[in-house]
Structures are given as structure tokens and as C-alpha cells.
């Protein structure tokens, strides 16, 4: 029997192949987008589930208080975890993390994620060890655990444990070699290292950790949390800090979609996530709105066969296993094909996701899995509808032709579905598109072309010798102009700029959280900076450190003249001798804020960034002189603004994506269409031939053959750019400076889809119109 259902479905596939190229081929391609839209979704919620008490480790992060506003900053000083773990104890256990530069052997290899740690961090977080002994090994001074991928690197041929490794000079014993952490993980980690960290007895605090408690249950989060402002006052008032500062707390499962805290780790988009997530489910609905209509109207050329069947004896039940099976196996087809694309488009995947599928890997295998049958068992339901509806035909109208006389209706209804969510779907496409234009194109008012941004080494010598450095790098030809940049001074930089921050002195002195910087002299000139009012830092005299502050500093500080005021930060004190025009320092995204630029102190100069007016061409020559100013430090550059506009790589790949989906889905519902006119055409053909023999001119057939389906396209795209509107101008109010939601949006998708639409109409319509009315009604 079932045999018979397979060789019966094959059969009818391939007698009406068009139907059948349309069905299985955009089925396949919507289970691939689904999968691979499913696999982001889920690699994006999942972030650090992986460790086995996530639901009870908290990251602990610092805030600085000011009457005006506050900030919270992610590193943390030694003592709170201590105190924390010593004082409460729902507080099981606590961690401290920090990061080091990681320069590896007499080659110094930079690697990153080589973080210092305490020894109890496999008690808290979750890295399964292939090699040692979880416990024990980083109980003892200069050890290392690896992870798999940094231990095969340097140690080739295996046995790591007990090797010696060099970094930043020092040598460290492998005591353990751990899985690789998997990528969806707040702080890459590479290798974990003895930390030897001070705890509560040391007087100063020094805030460089990630601290990180592990609760002996969830509950407990609440009331740590408000035990936190008591354990601030009582820490920092035995520290003498001239900041009021407190603490908070965040749910590690939280943090991947986390903005709140400066000096973070890269962060997820959890609007991008209910993006992508419609997207899944609009290229579903749209699949199993093709795949009824399509089945539905193939049934209409069958309604004979099936009222044979029933005259000759069959059941309804067995004219449904009958089609079930045939859309099981279109299904089954376009799940293999799927699985094919999935592999030809994965590496395009993986570019723009930055997530790689990895089909030897169990939980990746799982996710597929997982997503082909909730695909497959959508498609076998969806193909109910027309199973039911075709086993009901009754034998004298479907021998006469009589039948699905209402399901026209139906077939109407999907096809506005499938354009209003093709034509919602195009609109978001092109705000994405001028959005992503007018960032590309805005003036932010500086000029980052051409400058070479070039981290420098953490060397004293450096800064004792910064002239001598700067003078070899003019001297060499290398670079017309340079600068030298100290605390937050790279630009578009998604590290924080702002820090406490005072205003006057005495009875005016107000305290502030504003962005400020440390730069040289030349800085303003290289960047092109516009000056308002006052002098700069190269055509002023220099006597007491001098402060650049911008146009909105000025505004937030209630100054009438910003010359000559004083403002002091840690680093020291200055008296403002310019004010700038406002320039954007972070993407456009958010909005200027104040900012202060201090002039460097030549005595004890701050060093972190060379800058250098130059050229591609001339990195081979600057990685010539930098290895004999610096032979034991890597080059590490970036032109200012590659980095600047890498802020707005996220964007660019939902822009790349959209791309595809929206024109897939505009194609699967073309298709629709395309199968929809081919039967309303072949249904009337005798009707077209009839009208011909008395006179009816192929333009009246053509408008007569379009004007319902050219309603039904105007009636979805319609409703789709209204959507389509609503939720491009939400989308737009994420950026601080944005295009207007204006007629462009509307008029450009409308046009697109309803000039596709009609054309394919018009074509179908226009072979039917042109047939030999001969040919049609020979046979009557």
C-alpha cells in the first residue's frame, strides 16, 4: 500500500513539474533561511548557559555616584569579592578575573583571552579539563591551564601538561588543559593564569577585576543586592576615595544583551534578535501559504482522478493517506535539498553572523535536527488542509469539473498574506539600506581619513623617551604629522572616555561622570578639529594644563564663558582655553555628549596611542622601524576610520541579510503568484478561445485575465507598507541621528513589488491571450 501512495506521488511530481520545481525549491530554501536564522537565535539566547551554575552566578560591576547622573563601570577592585563571600553567606564563592597582555615566547605572539584568575574558578564557572586536576591546578604560583586550541598551537604534538610556557617574560608550568569555551560566552578565555591576588588586608584598592559571586541559590539575588550599598560605604570610606561610589550586580544569563555598563565586553542586539525571529516566522508563513495554495490549486486538475477513485470504491481516508504522502515526500525533498544549501551557503553564514555551524558538533547536529522537524512537521500540517479538501470532492461534480468553486477565496486570502509581509519585509529593507547610506556619508566633524592609530607598548621607556620616538617617525619619512594620545583618546573607541570629572573650586564645586580624554598637542590639528572659540593646544601658551571641552560640555556645565574655567579629573587639573564644535566621537548611534580633552603632561606623559598621518603603502616601511624602536613588542595598528565605521558592522550584516530574506520572500511569493495566474489561465482557456472566435482584442483578454490579481497584490503590498513603515521608524529611533520615515520608503518596495507582480501576471496572462482559439476548441 505504501508503496503504491510513493509511486503514485512520484509519478504526479513529476507530470506537473512546474508545480513541482516551485513547491520544492522554495521550500528548500526557506528551511535553510529558517535554519540558519534558528541557529543565530539560538546561539544568541544561549549565551554562557553553558556553565552548570549559571543560574546563580552574578557579575558584581562598580558605580561612580555624582548629584547629577551616575556610572556603571565593569571593572571592580580585589576586596569586594572577599568581603562579600566573608560577611553573607548566601555568597558561596567568588572569582576575580583580569586580563593580560599575553605576548607568548621569544617571538612575542600576542593572544588574547589569557586572563589571571583565582584558584577557585572552576568551582564557579564551568571549563570541563581534558588533562589535570580542576582542583589543583592553579593552587600554585606561574601555572596555566590552556584551552585545547591555544595548547595545540604551541604544543603540536601533544602532552602540553607539564611544558613550560613563556608570557611577558615569564615562565608559567601547564597544569591543565581545558575544552575550548564554546563562542557564545560573555569574556573570551583562552587560558586561565595563577593570579596570586591581594585580598582585604591591602589598604589601597585597585580596580582592574572582573569579580563574579556564585550564590548558594537564585533566590538570593535580592538580598545581596540590597546589601550592597552598606558594603560600598563601609569599603570605600576606610579607602579615603573622593568619588561616592557603589556597586551592582548582574545575572551572568543577562549579560550578553547588557549595555549598561562602561568598559563592557562586545554586546548582543536583542533587536536584532526579534528581527531575525520575524523573519523565521514570515519565511514560514509564506512557505506554508505557497505550499497550500500551490497544493490546492494542483488539485483542481485532479478533481477527475479523484472522482474516478470514489466511483471505483475508495475510501476518503485512503485519498487522504494518498496526498499526505505526496506532500510528505515534496517535504522530505526540500528538507534534503535544505541540507544542501545550508553547506553551499554556510561560509556566506558564518561572514556575516560570525557564528560557525559545525555539523560534527552534537549540539549544533541537535539544533538542525531539532529545526528540520519542527519544519517538516509544519509542512505535513500545512498539506492537511488540502488532503482534507480534496478527498471531500464529490464523485458527479468532480467528474463534471464542479468543485473548489470557494477555495478561490482561500487562495486569495494567502496571497495577500504572502505580499503584505514580502512588501513589510522591503520597506524595512530600504530605510536599512538609506539608513546605513546616510552614516556612511554624514559629517561628523572630524577627519579620520588616513590616520594610522598604533597602540604603544606598556613601557615605562616610552613615555621617558616619547620625544626621541616621535621624532624617528617624522625623521623616517613615514608620516607627515603625529600625535600622541593617552587615557580613552581613540576615537569611535567602544571603550568608555567618561570618569569623574570636577567643576571649580570652593563653595561652586559641582562633580560630574563626562567623557574626557589625554592627548598631545598636535591631537586637535590631526583630527581636524573646529574651534569655536578660544585658542588650542598648538597656538596657546602653555603655563597650566590646558582643557579643550565641546559645545555640549559647555551647555551641560551652565557656563556663559567657558574660557578660563578650571576642571580637574585623577590625572590633574587644567583651565579651558578653547571650546570646539561638537564632533562625533562615538557612532551615530548616540548622541554628542559632553567632552573634555586634556593637554598631555610632557613631565609624566600618558602613552597609549601613536597616531600618524599616512598611507597604506607605507606599513611595511613603519613595520621596518617599528621593529627596531621596539623589537620586543608586536605591531598592533588600525586606521581610524576602518575602526570608526567597524561600529556599524552589525548593522551592515542585517543589512546583507535582509537583503537575502526579503528577496526570497518576494520571490517565493512571485512564484505563488506565477502558479496562481498559470491555473486561472489554463482554467479559462476555454472561455479566452470562445471570446477570441467574437472578436475580443488580446488587450481585453490580458486585463481580463489581470485585474483580480492585480487587486490582490495592490491589497497585500498595501497593508505590508503600512507595517513595513510602523516598523522601520521604530527601528530608526535606535540611532540618535537617522533619515526621516519618508515617502522613499513607501514608493520605492511599492514599486518593486507591484511592477514584478504585474509584469508576471501580464506574461501569463498575455500566452493565454494569444493562444489559437483553433487549437483551444477543437476537441468541443
Given at each position: 500500500m505504501i508503496k503504491n501512495y510513493l509511486l503514485v506521488a512520484l509519478r504526479n511530481m513529476g507530470k506537473y513539474k512546474l508545480f513541482t520545481i516551485i513547491n520544492i525549491g522554495g521550500l528548500a530554501l526557506s528551511l535553510a533561511s529558517f535554519l540558519f536564522i534558528f541557529y543565530y537565535l539560538y546561539d544568541e539566547l544561549t549565551y554562557d548557559r553553558f556553565h552548570q551554575r549559571a543560574d546563580r552566578i552574578y557579575r558584581l560591576t562598580q558605580t561612580f555616584i555624582t548629584p547629577d547622573n551616575t556610572q556603571n563601570l565593569r571593572f571592580t577592585h580585589q576586596k569586594l569579592g572577599p568581603y562579600l563571600q566573608r560577611n553573607f553567606p548566601q555568597v558561596e564563592q567568588y572569582v576575580r578575573l583580569e586580563t593580560m597582555d599575553g605576548l607568548i615566547g621569544k617571538n612575542k605572539i600576542k593572544e588574547k583571552g589569557i586572563t589571571k584568575t583565582d584558584p577557585q574558578v572552576f568551582d564557579v564557572f564551568t571549563y570541563p579539563l581534558l588533562e589535570g586536576n580542576a582542583h589543583t591546578a592553579l593552587r600554585q604560583p606561574h601555572s596555566i591551564v590552556l584551552s585545547k586550541s591555544l595548547a595545540d598551537k604551541y604544543f603540536p604534538h601533544g602532552f602540553a601538561l607539564g611544558e613550560s610556557l613563556e608570557i611577558d617574560r615569564n615562565n608559567y608550568t601547564i597544569t591543565g588543559v581545558m575544552h575550548d569555551p564554546p563562542a557564545n560566552s560573555d569574556k573570551f578565555i583562552s587560558a586561565f593564569v595563577y593570579g596570586g591576588f591581594e585580598g582585604e588586608e591591602t589598604p589601597e584598592?585597585?580596580?582592574?577585576?572582573?569579580?563574579?559571586?556564585?550564590?548558594?541559590?537564585p533566590g538570593d539575588a535580592g538580598f545581596i543586592q540590597a546589601q550592597l550599598p552598606a558594603a560600598a560605604e563601609g569599603l570605600h570610606k576606610r579607602a579615603g576615595l573622593e568619588v561616592k561610589m557603589g556597586y551592582d550586580m548582574q545575572a551572568l544569563t543577562s549579560l550578553h544583551f547588557f549595555h549598561g555598563t562602561e568598559m563592557d565586553n562586545p554586546k548582543g542586539n536583542k533587536s536584532y534578535v526579534y528581527i531575525f525571529g520575524t523573519v523565521a516566522l514570515v519565511l514560514v508563513l509564506v512557505s506554508v501559504f505557497n505550499f497550500i495554495n500551490l497544493t490546492t490549486i494542483r488539485s483542481l486538475e485532479r478533481a477527475r482522478e479523484v472522482g474516478i477513485r470514489k466511483v471505483t470504491g475508495a475510501y476518503r481516508s485512503q485519498l487522504i493517506w494518498q496526498f499526505l504522502s505526496e506532500s510528505f515526500v515534496s517535504v522530505l525533498s526540500a528538507a534534503v535539498l535544505g541540507i544542501l544549501f545550508i553547506n553551499l551557503l554556510g561560509v556566506i553564514f558564518e561572514t556575516v553572523s560570525g557564528k560557525h555551524i559545525q555539523f560534527s558538533n552534537t549540539t549544533d547536529l541537535w539544533i538542525i535536527g531539532a529545526a528540520l522537524l519542527f519544519l517538516i512537521l509544519i509542512a505535513v500540517a500545512a498539506s492537511l488542509y488540502p488532503a482534507i479538501i480534496l478527498s471531500s470532492f464529490r464523485p458527479v461534480k468532480a467528474l463534471k469539473g464542479r468543485v473548489m468553486a470557494n477555495q478561490s477565496i482561500v487562495q486569495k486570502v494567502f496571497t495577500v498574506g504572502q505580499f503584505t509581509l514580502s512588501a513589510g519585509l522591503l520597506v524595512f529593507l530600504v530605510g536599512v539600506i538609506l539608513q546605513m547610506r546616510f552614516m556612511s556619508t554624514y559629517d561628523l566633524g572630524f577627519s579620520k581619513k588616513g590616520i594610522l592609530a598604533i597602540a604603544a607598548p606598556p613601557d615605562t621607556l616610552v613615555a621617558k623617551n616619547l620625544t626621541y620616538y616621535t621624532q624617528a617617525f617624522l625623521e623616517s619619512g613615514v608620516t607627515q604629522s603625529i600625535s600622541v594620545g593617552g587615557f580613552a583618546s581613540n576615537i569611535g573607541t567602544t571603550d568608555p572616555l567618561a570618569s569623574p570629572l570636577w567643576l571649580g573650586k570652593g563653595a561652586d564645586k559641582r562633580e560630574l561622570i563626562v567623557a574626557n580624554i589625554i592627548v598631545d598637542k598636535n591631537y586637535p590639528a590631526l583630527l581636524h578639529l573646529q574651534l569655536k572659540e578660544g585658542t588650542s593646544?598648538?597656538?596657546?601658551?602653555?603655563?597650566?594644563?590646558?582643557?579643550?571641552?565641546?559645545?555640549?560640555?559647555?551647555?551641560?556645565?551652565?557656563?556663559?564663558?567657558?574660557?578660563?574655567?578650571?576642571?580637574?579629573?585623577?590625572?590633574?587639573?587644567?583651565?579651558?582655553?578653547?571650546?570646539?564644535?561638537?564632533?562625533?566621537?562615538?557612532?551615530?548611534?548616540?548622541?554628542?555628549?559632553?567632552?573634555?580633552?586634556f593637554e598631555m603632561d610632557y613631565k609624566n606623559p600618558d602613552v597609549r596611542y601613536f597616531y600618524l598621518k599616512t598611507s597604506p603603502d607605507q606599513l611595511p616601511n613603519i613595520q621596518v622601524l617599528w621593529k627596531k624602536l621596539f623589537p620586543d613588542h608586536p605591531l598592533e595598528y588600525f586606521f581610524l576610520d576602518e575602526y570608526f565605521d567597524a561600529q556599524y558592522t552589525s548593522d551592515k550584516n542585517l543589512q546583507i541579510l535582509f537583503l537575502y530574506f526579503t528577496a526570497l520572500t518576494i520571490a517565493l511569493s512571485i512564484l505563488g503568484l506565477l502558479g496562481l495566474?498559470?491555473?486561472?489561465?489554463?482554467?479559462?482557456?476555454k472561455e479566452?478561445?470562445?471570446?477570441?472566435?467574437?472578436?475580443?482584442?488580446?488587450?481585453?483578454?490580458?486585463?481580463?485575465?489581470?485585474?483580480?490579481f492585480i487587486r490582490i497584490v495592490l491589497a497585500g503590498t498595501t497593508i505590508g507598507l503600512s507595517i513595513g513603515y510602523f516598523v522601520t521608524d521604530r527601528w530608526l529611533a535606535n540611532f540618535a541621528y537617522h533619515i526621516p520615515v519618508g515617502l522613499a520608503m513607501i514608493v520605492i518596495p511599492g514599486s518593486i513589488i507591484i511592477g514584478i507582480a504585474s509584469f508576471v501576471v501580464a506574461f501569463k496572462a498575455y500566452q493565454g491571450a494569444v493562444a489559437n482559439p483553433v487549437k483551444i476548441l477543437k476537441y468541443e
Open positions: 584598592l585597585s580596580f582592574l577585576y572582573d569579580t563574579y559571586i556564585l550564590l548558594r541559590s593646544f598648538d597656538n596657546s601658551e602653555q603655563g597650566t594644563r590646558r582643557v579643550l571641552v565641546n559645545e555640549s560640555f559647555v551647555k551641560h556645565a551652565g557656563w556663559t564663558d567657558a574660557i578660563g574655567q578650571t576642571v580637574k579629573t585623577y590625572a590633574g587639573e587644567g583651565v579651558v582655553v578653547g571650546v570646539l564644535k561638537d564632533y562625533h566621537f562615538q557612532s551615530l548611534h548616540n548622541k554628542i555628549e559632553p567632552l573634555a580633552i495566474t498559470y491555473h486561472h489561465v489554463e482554467r479559462r482557456t479566452l478561445g470562445i471570446r477570441k472566435v467574437h472578436g475580443a482584442s488580446t488587450a481585453s483578454l490580458i486585463t481580463l485575465l489581470s485585474t483580480d
